[in-house]
């Protein structure tokens, strides 16, 4: 089994003593890649477009895009981790977010997504989890991922670990480790299901792309879709 993490903060804090403990369950059997933000993709894209019109290879911050990509196709299990950051994920992972912009389903989906299961691990002082954690889950969905589960917690008084009560801390790792255990029961030789709002956008981004056609009629998007089949009746959740 492979699990890919994506860290949203190089800062070891209270967001990555939840993850670990959501890892611990994972650690004797498989096989664990870490990516921590900003170290392992520093740039910001910069919306030039290059990666829709021309293709992903052509963009600047490929070197980055491309390592990490990889190992989010090659994942059964993906972790996206990020405290908030007023009220939304830390800058660096939106950076990293707006990279893949491409491989959303109205453009150019990975197949290999539809499939997948993804946990959203996230914190905050007071309030703003659940915005963060929809940041998160809206591009996983738009990804293709169906199963995504969530583990937001509340701080109250500070944000340092060490200075949060021992009832608090109790509180969060029980959380986090029931999340854990859901996921480590999953049998993950098999695809999770699609479920109907994905299709739906799927079929969406299809109807516009065969509209668009029309009259642009050579476009990377609309060439993808009909080497993939899907402008016809293959369908990405088929295996």
């Known amino acids: 089994m492979k699990i890919v993490v994506i860290n949203g903060t190089e800062k070891k804090g209270v967001t990555y003593r939840l993850k670990e403990a959501f890892l611990e369950p994972f650690r004797a059997f ?74 959303w389903i109205s453009h150019r989906p ?37 199963e995504i589960g969530v583990f937001s917690g509340t701080l ?16 969060l790792l029980a959380g986090v480790a029931k999340l854990s255990r859901a996921y480590a029961k999953k049998d993950y030789t098999r695809p999770a299901r699609t479920r109907l709002i994905v299709k ?3 079929l969406f981004s299809r109807w516009l792309q065969k509209r668009l056609h029309r009259s642009i009629p050579e476009t990377l998007d609309w060439r993808y879709w009909q080497e993939k089949g899907w402008l016809d009746a293959a369908r990405p959740w088929r295996r």
């Open 200 to 202: 739906l956008r799927f």
């Open 110 to 146: 990975a197949a290999e997504m539809f499939g997948k299961r993804a946990v959203i691990i996230t914190q905050c002082l007071g309030g703003g989890s659940r915005t963060t954690a929809k940041d998160l889950k809206h591009s996983l969905s738009w990804w293709g991922i169906s």
């Open 156 to 171: 109250y008084g500070n944000v340092v670990w060490e200075q949060l009560s021992e009832q608090r801390r109790k509180k």
């Open 30 to 103: 498989a096989e664990i890649t870490e990516y921590v933000l900003p170290k392992d993709c520093p740039a910001f894209c910069q919306g030039c477009t290059s990666c829709f019109a021309k293709g992903e290879a052509t963009c600047k911050d490929r070197a980055y895009v491309e390592v990490i990509e990889k190992s989010l196709l090659e994942s059964d299990l993906i972790v996206m981790t990020s405290p908030t950051y007023v009220k939304h994920v830390t800058g660096a992972m939106k950076a990293l977010l707006d990279h893949f912009g491409y491989r």
